[in-house]
T-cell receptor, first 115, second 111 residues
């Protein structure tokens, strides 16, 4: 079954404690992306990756890091989480970032609470 | 600049039609999408329309695009309780490696 998986699904942590949210896709997609969803703001892109070892900033990259060592995985790293990073995070992948009708497949989301 | 706007809430009676509206500002949009998010779930692509089309119908869903006014709408015929969700309008723009989302419209269906 084609899917994007994220782990963990729910996470409560404290300010400053490094954490990683994993994302994996089994569709051999080149493009992967991270979004955060906040009430009244919709989804905003954090980082994206066009292929292995190719990453770039989205609209809200501050406080986040990513890596793309393998095609299937695109972890999101919060080196020193802060309460303003409390949010719902979605990973997405696609063959093409959106110029064609190729859709982005979204993971189930990771709900993060930073105390 | 890029901006997508939607009203935040819509309430309809079961069996009625729902119309969710969206406006966008960037005229270089290539595709426009409607995503559905059910409680506790990820985003599910409902339908999309290419920017040179003005209408697309898919079973109970009808998408209308007014490119002159930069207005997109999603009509759901015979709305059911299972249609209760948040609906996101999104656009893709040629040369940009992302989707630009609206804030989402929460659709509540009541008996």
């Amino acid at each position: 079954e084609a899917q994007v998986t994220q782990n963990p699904r729910y996470l409560i942590t404290v300010t400053g404690k490094k954490l990683t949210v994993t994302c994996s896709q089994n569709m051999n997609h080149e493009y992967m992306s991270w979004y955060r969803q906040d009430p009244g703001l919709g989804l905003r892109q954090i980082y994206y990756s066009m292929n292995v070892e190719v990453t770039d900033k989205g609209d809200v990259p501050e406080g986040y890091k990513v890596s793309r060592k393998e095609k299937r995985n695109f972890p999101l790293i919060l080196e020193s989480p802060s309460p303003n990073q409390t949010s719902l995070y979605f990973c997405a992948s696609s063959c093409d970032p959106g110029v064609t009708q190729e859709t982005q497949y979204f993971g189930p989301g990771t709900r993060l609470l930073v105390l | 600049g890029e901006d997508v706007e939607q009203s935040l809430f819509l309430s309809v009676r079961e069996g009625d039609s729902s119309v969710i509206n969206c406006t966008y500002t960037d005229s270089s949009s290539t595709y426009l999408y409607w995503y559905k998010q059910e409680p506790g779930a990820g985003l599910q692509l409902l339908t999309y329309i290419f920017s040179n089309m003005d209408m697309k119908q898919d079973q109970r869903l009808t998408v209308l695009l007014n490119k002159k006014d930069k207005h997109l709408s999603l009509r759901i015929a015979d709305t059911q309780t299972g249609d209760s969700a948040i609906y996101f309008c999104a656009e893709s723009i040629s040369g940009y490696n992302k989707l630009i989302f609206g804030a989402g419209t929460r659709l509540a269906v009541h008996p």
